[in-house]
Antibody, heavy 117, light 113 residues
């Protein structure tokens, strides 16, 4: 059974750094794209980017390029989403999602990130 | 980027009646070499992650009730619920997975009238 288990909710201040995680199980992690989708409270879904863990090839949405970093650790089948300097506008639910040939087929439970002074 | 436009933003349908959600892409998501439309539909209920309903525009994911159907090709797509049930209250999103950046429609909220 495919499972994506994300790290817990975070409360941070503007300017702080953060890394959230998503541990995958039930499939061959290195061989499928996996990435992140943002959902601001009450709003729609925004695709952020994906990584191919086998060779770390990464594709970002232009809307998020340069503001976040997606990485993966194949030794523990985990993908990360990282910010070096958070903004209040980063407050959102973040979902990790497996992509089978770009089709987003399995989703994690979500990690709520709140950025507030 | 491929822009996905859904309509309507919301709709209210009586139990047992038909609900129709439309999705239009700014460019074709059909790969004519394999005759596949790279279009997916998702259902999101409050407090839950999205759930895949359809891929290749009309292939139903395992376990999705057959009152749900997906259709369309090229740039115009439709999700139909033939007989709305209470458990179908949700927001529905289309997404193209033809080219990165992958893009979602703005969502359509389906409610009971």
């Amino acid at each position: 059974e495919v499972q994506l288990v994300q790290s817990g909710a975070e409360v941070k201040k503007p300017g702080e750094s953060l890394r959230i995680s998503c541990k995958a199980s039930g499939y061959n992690f290195p061989n499928l794209w996996i990435g992140w989708v943002r959902q601001v409270p009450g709003k729609g879904l925004e695709w952020m980017g994906i990584i191919y863990p086998g060779d770390s090839d990464t594709k970002y949405s232009p809307s998020f390029q340069g503001h976040v970093t997606i990485s993966a650790d194949t030794s523990i089948d985990t993908v990360y989403l990282q910010w070096s300097s958070l903004k209040a506008s980063d407050t959102a639910m973040y979902y990790c999602a497996r992509h089978a040939s770009y089709l987003t087929d399995y989703w994690g439970q979500g990690t709520l990130v709140t950025v507030s002074s | 980027d491929i822009v996905m436009t859904q309509s309507p933003d919301s709709l209210a349908v009586s139990l047992g009646e038909r609900a129709t959600v439309n999705c239009k892409s700014s460019q074709s998501v059909l790969d004519s070499s394999i005759n596949k439309n790279f279009l997916a539909w998702y259902q999101q209920k409050p407090g839950q992650p999205p759930k895949l309903l359809f891929y290749w525009a009309s292939t139903r994911e395992f376990g999705v009730p057959d009152r749900f159907s997906g259709s369309g090709s090229g740039t115009d797509f439709t999700l139909t619920i033939s007989s709305l049930q209470a458990e179908d209250v949700a927001v529905y999103y289309c997404q193209q997975y033809h080219k990165t950046p992958l893009t979602f429609g703005g969502g359509t909220k389906v409610e009971i009238k």
